[in-house]
């Protein structure tokens, strides 16, 4: 492994925090992080890597590490892992909720999990949730988890690289998943 010396503790030559994250600080780059879900009806994690992958930067600057869970109410705690054992600077978390009540609870639960997540770890965690209910039309519904998947990793690059593109936005309606409403017209 490039950067670890002969007589490194075996531990650290194994990657006890995963190998890839390791890599990467030994190589000064940072980690952005995606966790996604198995119950989503869509592959928003592949998508947000996707759209990783096509920054400025990516695998100079920056790489990325994915972890997938069963449900979004396991998404907190992956991406608290993949702050504190993996050295990521920043974590898009990726999920879907159903249609159902429960459900709505359910998604609350998850995001104030996520939200008490950035709290303990002072990393940003981008809560990425597509509502089942957004749409009834599965052409519409795909759309939402493309776009939104995308666009919110690449909210976390411009976060870390290009935070001026976040300002230049403020107070201008945008909207990740359908079309953006625009500032208000006085």
């Known amino acids: 492994m490039k950067g670890v010396s002969d007589g490194a503790p075996r531990a650290i030559a194994q990657g006890?925090?995963?190998?890839?994250?390791?890599?990467?600080?030994?190589?000064?780059?940072?980690?952005?992080?995606?966790?996604?879900?198995?119950?989503?009806?869509?592959?928003?994690?592949?998508?947000?890597?996707?759209?990783?992958?096509?920054?400025?930067?990516?695998?100079?600057?920056?790489?990325?590490?994915?972890?997938?869970?069963?449900?979004?109410?396991?998404?907190?705690?992956?991406?608290?892992?993949?702050?504190?054992?993996?050295?990521?600077?920043?974590?898009?978390?990726?999920?879907?909720?159903?249609?159902?009540?429960?459900?709505?609870?359910?998604?609350?639960?998850?995001?104030?999990?996520?939200?008490?997540?950035?709290l303990m770890t002072n990393t940003p965690i981008l809560e990425v949730f597509v509502h089942e209910d957004e749409s009834d039309d599965p052409a519409i519904l795909a759309s939402v988890f493309k776009n939104r998947s995308r666009d919110h990793a690449i909210n976390a690059y411009f976060m870390l690289y290009e935070p001026e593109k976040l300002v230049a936005r403020a107070g201008q309606g945008v909207r990740q998943g359908f079309g953006d409403a625009g500032p208000l017209k006085l």
């Open 16 to 118: 006890v925090n995963g190998a890839g994250a390791l890599c990467a600080r030994m190589e000064d780059m940072d980690t952005i992080g995606v966790v996604d879900t198995m119950f989503a009806r869509y592959d928003m994690g592949g998508e947000a890597l996707d759209a990783l992958k096509q920054c400025p930067g990516y695998g100079t600057r920056f790489t990325t590490i994915r972890r997938t869970v069963p449900g979004f109410k396991d998404l907190a705690v992956a991406a608290k892992k993949l702050i504190e054992e993996d050295g990521c600077r920043i974590v898009v978390a990726l999920g879907m909720p159903g249609k159902e009540a429960v459900d709505k609870v359910c998604a609350h639960e998850a995001s104030t999990g996520i939200m008490t997540a950035q």
